[in-house]
């Protein structure tokens, strides 16, 4: 059976290589563009499984390139990790408030790159399983979706709607790193007028009333907020 199929988008013929020829010995298919138009046709026509997207792209830039896939819903959904050359905590922000699942910062080890795509791919995977059904177990938690029940080992925590809805944002997706202004998104919708300050009020509150399971809600200092992928 083939792997994912991957679309890799870099200016830069040597990394671009250095990545086709990586990827492609671990199995996966490889598609490849060289600047940011392409990658948007690509991405439409080829409907990869995930995209490495540099972000110093000529034309328009991998910044750009993201929001036009993540406003069409051709594209909307294709996990993208950003490569880039720009490690500033203010970049890192930017890509994820768009709508990255991960990045790496040049020079990068391509194992780093195949086991971020790797993981990148099994969250996909789970995320699908997740919405297929209406229970989420995550370590010592038990989340009725349906029911809009909470479980701490045997004992029902009351939440608060929007805690709840937090809570389901951070959970079905462990590990991943969400931005203030994407858990905004995810929970009330992108024009619900809200600041940073009342995502760490929520936060706050769910540490509190989880109790001991207030510790899986990491924070990720300049960034956001994640749910621990191992208790």
């Avoid at 940011?36 to 990869?48: C, D, F, H, Q, Y």
């Amino acid at each position: 059976m083939p792997k994912e199929k991957i679309l890799v988008v870099d200016d830069e013929e040597d990394i671009l290589e250095l990545i086709r020829h990586n990827l492609a010995r671990e199995g996966y298919r490889i598609i490849c563009a060289s600047d940011g138009e392409s990658a948007v046709n690509m991405a439409k026509t080829e409907k990869p499984d995930v995209i490495v997207l540099d972000l110093m792209l000529p034309g328009i830039d991998g910044f750009e390139v993201a929001k036009k896939l993540k406003y069409n819903q051709q594209t909307r959904n294709i996990p993208i990790v950003m490569l880039t050359a720009k490690g500033e905590d203010a970049d890192i922000v930017t890509g994820l408030e768009i709508g990255a699942d991960d990045y790496i910062t040049k020079p990068f080890s391509p194992r780093v790159l195949i086991a971020r795509i790797r993981a990148v791919i099994r969250r996909r995977q789970n995320q699908k399983e997740d919405t297929e059904s209406d229970l989420l177990l995550i370590h010592d938690l038990t989340i009725d979706i349906d029911k809009r029940s909470v479980l701490v080992g045997d004992k029902e925590v009351e939440l608060t709607f929007t805690e709840f809805q937090v809570l389901c944002c951070l959970a079905k997706r462990p590990g991943w790193v969400f931005t203030r202004s994407h858990i905004v998104d995810m929970v009330r919708g992108s024009d619900y007028p809200v600041t940073d300050r009342s995502v760490d009020v929520q936060i706050v509150g769910l540490r509190k009333k989880l109790g001991v399971c207030g510790d899986y809600i990491e924070t990720v200092r300049g960034v956001g907020y994640r749910f621990r992928e191992k208790p």
